[in-house]
């Protein structure tokens, strides 16, 4: 049995226990020191004690030579912002301003509820604390005044989605760490896909509340001058993202000095609101929580990609996409109808870097290359522009996981902060917004300029 045979075996087995339930970290180390155990001691006939010995060097190597980099940084510092933000009670002034200004529409709390969670996305950089966050502020003001509750734990849990897209994205940049890419370029290519995905989300709501207008009544009364007073409370968010933005596009920093900067700001406004050590403890643990969760998939995996890079797995993966006669775009949806897939058995963040060291050489493959110019490409842009392009549309795709049983994670922490909600009512109330995702990644397939715009200017 060759190398690339067994490769081929052990990652059906990752595929097995981690559908089984396995947690992506442990499943990925676990076959990742299993496979270079077995290319150490039976490929290179270095026996079983010694083979043994150099698969674990080769592997206890990845945490720190693969993590202790400036980019990683990023991830903690975005994740601070963002539940910085929550506990200084801005997110509370972000939602009441989308409120009043769009609550009129057929809808509106679940419009505005989109437009918050857009808005706090822009400072935060992780889906699930998102939903957590709005399903405490935004569901019980929609149940107060008649929405459906499934409908209202739908948008939450949807809404919650767009922090994956809308930089800072912690998703997007371990896409950057796994593929080589430009971080600063690809989360500047987030923001226009952010703003098209909120506003396919926002029409949908107001169709669904046109169509059965117990889903979800309009709410009015303001005038424009309770609608203007309720700026000055959401301003500091926005502030904060032109900080961010400036920062990254200026060339006043790195973004992960951006991302520190960032937190900075949050962190002297929290405590001018009067935040207090109970809450910024509180936001600490929880940083401290989910970035451990992320690295420890990230170890996981990058331990398994070791291994991979031994087998040759991924280049014999691109050569066989690139050799494929048929249309390149045929082949990528192709790619993408799998990410679906995996979408309903394993979280975005563990889907994408277990499957991009396969997919991401293959998908460069069927542009032309690396370093192909954009009049010699399959797809039409060059090598650098199809890696931030298909990232934006692979993050995009899962999106999708994280509102689509039996995994969705969205839904099952709304669930867990609204006890009156079960799990099956979000699914539910959530299913109308996988069709909205659809759309999305199809107008971004479709106009590729939507994410290339705001890259090429720092691409040249």
């Given at each position: 049995?060759?190398?690339?045979?067994?490769?081929?075996?052990?990652?059906?087995?990752?595929?097995?226990?981690?559908?089984?339930?396995?947690?992506?970290?442990?499943?990925?180390?676990?076959?990742?020191?299993?496979?270079?155990?077995?290319?150490?001691?039976?490929?290179?006939?270095?026996?079983?004690?010694?083979?043994?010995?150099?698969?674990?060097?080769?592997?206890?190597?990845?945490?720190?030579?693969?993590?202790?980099?400036?980019?990683?940084?990023?991830?903690?510092?975005?994740?601070?912002?963002?539940?910085?933000?929550?506990?200084?009670?801005?997110?509370?002034?972000?939602?009441?301003?989308?409120?009043?200004?769009?609550?009129?529409?057929?809808?509106?709390?679940?419009?505005?509820?989109?437009?918050?969670?857009?808005?706090?996305?822009?400072?935060?950089?992780?889906?699930?604390?998102?939903?957590?966050?709005?399903?405490?502020?935004?569901?019980?003001?929609?149940?107060?005044?008649?929405?459906?509750?499934?409908?209202?734990?739908?948008?939450?849990?949807?809404?919650?989605?767009?922090?994956?897209?809308?930089?800072?994205?912690?998703?997007?940049?371990?896409?950057?760490?796994?593929?080589?890419?430009?971080?600063?370029?690809?989360?500047?290519?987030?923001?226009?896909?952010?703003?098209?995905?909120?506003?396919?989300?926002?029409?949908?709501?107001?169709?669904?509340?046109?169509?059965?207008?117990?889903?979800?009544?309009?709410?009015?009364?303001?005038?424009?001058?309770?609608?203007?007073?309720?700026?000055?409370?959401?301003?500091?968010?926005?502030?904060?993202?032109?900080?961010?933005?400036?920062?990254?596009?200026?060339?006043?920093?790195?973004?992960?000095?951006?991302?520190?900067?960032?937190?900075?700001?949050?962190?002297?406004?929290?405590i001018w609101r009067g935040m207090r050590w109970k809450e910024l403890s509180a936001a600490l643990i929880e940083t401290a929580k989910l970035c451990?969760?992320?690295?420890?998939?990230?170890?996981?995996?990058?331990?398994?990609?070791?291994?991979?890079?031994?087998?040759?797995?991924?280049?014999?993966?691109?050569?066989?996409?690139?050799?494929?006669?048929?249309?390149?775009?045929?082949?990528?949806?192709?790619?993408?109808?799998?990410?679906?897939?995996?979408?309903?058995?394993?979280?975005?963040?563990?889907?994408?870097?277990?499957?991009?060291?396969?997919?991401?050489?293959?998908?460069?493959?069927?542009?032309?290359?690396?370093?192909?110019s954009a009049a010699d490409s399959a797809l039409g842009m060059s090598g650098p522009e199809c890696a931030v392009w298909f990232g934006i549309i692979?993050?995009?795709?899962?999106?999708?996981?994280?509102?689509?049983?039996?995994?969705?994670?969205?839904?099952?922490?709304?669930?867990?902060?609204?006890?009156?909600?079960?799990?099956?009512?979000?699914?539910?109330?959530?299913?109308?917004?996988?069709?909205?995702?659809?759309?999305?990644?199809?107008?971004?397939?479709?106009?590729?300029?939507?994410?290339?715009?705001?890259?090429?200017?720092?691409?040249?």
């Amino acid at each position: 049995m060759t190398t690339f045979d067994t490769s081929l075996i052990l990652s059906g087995v990752l595929l097995v226990l981690v559908i089984m339930g396995m947690r992506v970290a442990f499943a990925t180390a676990l076959i990742g020191i299993l496979g270079l155990f077995i290319i150490f001691a039976f490929d290179k006939n270095m026996g079983v004690v010694k083979g043994m010995t150099v698969a674990l060097k080769a592997a206890g190597q990845v945490p720190h030579s693969k993590t202790a980099t400036n980019v990683l940084g990023l991830i903690p510092t975005f994740i601070l912002i963002g539940y910085l933000a929550y506990y200084a009670g801005l997110t509370k002034a972000l939602f009441e301003a989308a409120k009043r200004w769009v609550g009129w529409l057929p809808g509106g709390l679940g419009v505005a509820t989109v437009f918050a969670t857009a808005g706090f996305a822009a400072v935060s950089g992780a889906s699930v604390a998102t939903s957590a966050v709005f399903a405490r502020i935004a569901i019980p003001e929609m149940l107060k005044i008649g929405y459906d509750k499934r409908f209202a734990a739908g948008v939450v849990a949807a809404g919650g989605t767009l922090a994956s897209l809308i930089p800072p994205s912690a998703i997007l940049v371990i896409y950057a760490i796994i593929t080589e890419s430009s971080v600063g370029a690809l989360l500047m290519a987030g923001f226009l896909p952010g703003l098209v995905s909120a506003l396919i989300y926002g029409a949908l709501i107001v169709f669904m509340a046109k169509m059965k207008p117990d889903l979800g009544p309009p709410v009015g009364g303001y005038s424009f001058g309770q609608r203007m007073a309720s700026l000055p409370g959401a301003s500091p968010i926005f502030f904060v993202v032109g900080i961010i933005i400036l920062c990254i596009y200026g060339g006043w920093g790195t973004p992960t000095e951006a991302g520190a900067l960032g937190a900075f700001v949050v962190l002297v406004m929290a405590i001018w609101r009067g935040m207090r050590w109970k809450e910024l403890s509180a936001a600490l643990i929880e940083t401290a929580k989910l970035c451990a969760m992320i690295f420890a998939m990230i170890w996981g995996v990058l331990i398994f990609v070791r291994y991979l890079g031994f087998a040759q797995l991924p280049t014999a993966f691109a050569d066989f996409i690139g050799g494929l006669e048929q249309s390149p775009m045929l082949t990528l949806l192709m790619i993408l109808g799998v990410y679906v897939i995996l979408g309903m058995f394993m979280d975005a963040i563990g889907m994408l870097i277990l499957t991009l060291p396969v997919t991401f050489p293959a998908v460069m493959a069927l542009n032309g290359g690396d370093y192909v110019s954009a009049a010699d490409s399959a797809l039409g842009m060059s090598g650098p522009e199809c890696a931030v392009w298909f990232g934006i549309i692979v993050v995009k795709m899962a999106e999708l996981c994280l509102i689509t049983p039996p995994i969705g994670l969205n839904c099952f922490v709304v669930a867990g902060v609204r006890p009156d909600i079960s799990a099956q009512d979000v699914f539910r109330g959530a299913s109308p917004f996988f069709i909205a995702d659809v759309v999305t990644v199809a107008v971004l397939i479709a106009f590729p300029g939507i994410v290339l715009w705001l890259p090429r200017l720092i691409l040249g």
